[in-house]
Antibody, heavy 118, light 109 residues
Framework: EVQVVESGGGLVQPGGSLRLSCAASGFTFSSFWMRWVRQAPGKGLEWVANIKQDGSEKNYLDSVKGRFTISRDNAKNSLYLQMNSLRAEDMAVYYC???????????WGQGTTVTVSS | QSALTQPPSVSGSPGQSVTISCTGTSSDIGGYNRVSWYQQPPGTAPKLMIYEVSNRPSGVPDRFSGSKSGNTASLTISGLQAEDEADYYCSSYRSSAYVFGTGTKVTVL
């Protein structure tokens, strides 16, 4: 079964750090662009970052540039999101997604929740 | 990165057709055929319904169709069913990034 499973969410104070992980299975992870997408409580979807198959290209939402880092380990079939200097506006459910069709995210995880609060 | 504009809500009776619009600019929707649509029932993860403006992934009913004209993309649901009640989001490529729409709640009356 093709799936991705996120982990690493939790409660963090403003200014703190958190590292999200995404474990992929059922497909050749190294063949696909991967993305992180988030959804704040009661709000819409927001693309956060994506990374090329070999990690050589990474793109970020303007508001997270310099604070978040996307990375991957193809040997471990895993995607990561290192989040530093967290703000209240970063509070959201974070989804790991696969770009399995041209410019479309065809596989989504169940999400991991990040809460930023003192 | 400003969001694409969608109507907050649309509704229809079972069997009717509804169309959701998604308006962007020449830098996103108008500049590329890289529009996708996602369905998100309450409390669940989004599901890809349309990619590259009008392509359906396997398993998506052909009641769902997509199109584009200029800076506006559209998703049409024909033969509306109760199970189609959900939030729908468009998305477009924009300069090495992606942007989502504001979201539309579809209600089946």
């Amino acid at each position: 079964e093709v799936q991705v499973v996120e982990s690493g969410g939790g409660l963090v104070q403003p200014g703190g750090s958190l590292r999200l992980s995404c474990a992929a299975s059922g497909f050749t992870f190294s063949s696909f662009w991967m993305r992180w997408v988030r959804q704040a409580p009661g709000k819409g979807l927001e693309w956060v970052a994506n990374i090329k198959q070999d990690g050589s290209e990474k793109n970020y939402l303007d508001s997270v540039k310099g604070r978040f880092t996307i990375s991957r380990d193809n040997a471990k079939n895993s995607l990561y999101l290192q989040m530093n200097s967290l703000r209240a506006e970063d509070m959201a459910v974070y989804y790991c997604t696969r770009e399995g069709v041209p410019y479309g995210a065809d596989v989504w995880g169940q999400g991991t929740t990040v809460t930023v609060s003192s | 990165q400003s969001a694409l504009t969608q109507p907050p809500s649309v509704s229809g009776s079972p069997g009717q057709s509804v169309t959701i619009s998604c308006t962007g600019t020449s830098s996103d929707i108008g500049g590329y055929n890289r529009v996708s649509w996602y369905q998100q029932p309450p409390g669940t993860a989004p599901k890809l319904m349309i990619y590259e403006v009008s392509n359906r992934p396997s398993g998506v009913p052909d009641r769902f169709s997509g199109s584009k004209s200029g800076n506006t993309a559209s998703l049409t649901i024909s033969g509306l069913q109760a199970e189609d009640e959900a939030d729908y989001y468009c998305s477009s490529y924009r300069s090495s990034a992606y942007v989502f729409g504001t979201g539309t709640k579809v209600t089946v009356l």
